[in-house]
């Protein structure tokens, strides 16, 4: 699942991210691309304009994501452009984990 410039709108964000979390399948991954990373100064400005924006850092939507549940995150930041990328993967089932392929003993 992807947002690409679009999590600064979500409502309550960990309660948005617990429903990404449902939605996935064990093991699934969901992406967030972000062109302002909370760290520009010069970002604020949209605050004013757009009306409800958000502007979260990666430290703030990590700490989201894992309230929400997932088991890993990967933070990747452009410090230069003020770009944002994050992966959070949803744990894969122990069930699942153990399962043997069909067919195959």
């Given at each position: 699942m992807t947002a690409f410039?679009?999590?600064?709108f979500w409502p309550g964000p960990t309660e948005?991210?617990?429903?990404?979390?449902?939605?996935?399948r064990p093991?699934?991954?969901?992406?967030?691309?972000?062109?302002?990373?909370?760290?520009?100064?010069?970002?604020?400005?949209?605050?004013?304009?757009?009306?409800?924006?958000?502007i979260f850092d990666g430290d703030q939507l990590a700490r989201f994501l894992t309230e929400a549940g997932f088991s890993e995150i990967i933070i990747n930041r452009n410090a230069k452009k003020h770009w944002l990328c994050v992966l959070a993967m949803r744990e894969n089932s122990s069930l699942l984990e153990n399962e043997e392929p069909s067919?195959?003993?």
């Open positions: 410039e679009t999590v600064y948005s991210f617990r429903e990404v979390y449902r939605t996935l093991g699934g991954i969901f992406l967030i691309v972000n062109e302002s990373d909370g760290e520009d100064p010069h970002a604020s400005k949209w605050l004013s304009v757009i009306d409800g924006m958000r067919g195959i003993s």
